[in-house]
């Protein structure tokens, strides 16, 4: 056998336990990372008097959009749930996997942070995503952004809405202007809840803010809106 054979062989695999060994650090340290994130969940949780669930095969609700729809072995984890103010929520990380990843690779899944509040009654659809994202490029290539005659929201957000009437309505000079300085998130009227959902995992401080920006959205619901809301 040649040197050059033989040099080849241990390079190989060399590189192939190189491989090996950094996947397996991933992998520890990914764990490891959910470990302390689900203890300073439960700890947070406790303190506030809500819940926490370490996992669940899946909601009590069913939320559609991004990135729910079409979602792959999807994953809820973390789950907090109780009351803010007035308003029921639920918190949760919410992973999918990527097919073009080794499922085996923790890079191979996508985590989201979710929060939900619940409303008591059935809003419109109404979707607002960061113009930065991948899923609204391709949206304006097709030609089916809204706007809303705010130039700046315009440009900001990629906008999804089944009424007209209760978008317009809404996004009032003061709610538009709330929501310029909250474009981390992407936010969603659904069925009945109002969700916010990033790329990120949750954290007691995670949390916090999502609630506290989600209640100042709906303090800026117009009363009118509320009304035709409860009435539907």
Known sequence: MSLIVVVFIIGSI????GVVGLAVVLIVNSNKRSKERAAGLTQ??????????????????????????GAF????????????????FIA???SVEDRRHDMDDPRS??????????????????????????GSFFERLFGTEITIG??????????????????????TPR?????????????????????????????????EDRLASMRAVLSEV?????ERIHAR
């Open 73 to 88: 072995r999807p994953e809820y984890r973390s789950v907090v749930e109780g009351t803010y103010g007035d308003w029921p």
């Open 44 to 69: 947070y949780a406790h303190e506030r008097g809500w819940r926490f669930t370490p996992s669940l095969e899946r909601l009590g609700v069913a939320f559609q959009g991004h990135p729910f729809a």
């Open 14 to 17: 060399v590189v192939v336990g």
């Open 175 to 207: 709610m538009c202007s709330l929501l310029l300085q909250l474009q981390d998130r992407g936010w969603r009227f659904e069925g009945q809840s109002l969700l916010t959902f990033s790329r990120d995992h949750l954290s007691p401080a995670l949390v």
């Open 150 to 171: 705010n130039p700046e929201l315009d440009n900001r957000y990629y906008i999804n809405r089944d009424s007209q009437q209760f978008t317009r309505e809404l996004l």
């Open 109 to 134: 899944r996508t985590n989201y942070a979710i929060v939900a509040m619940h409303l008591g009654a059935n809003v419109p659809f109404l979707e607002l995503q960061s113009q930065n994202s991948i």
């Open 222 to 226: 117009p009363p009118p809106v509320w």
């Open 92 to 94: 949760f990380d919410f």
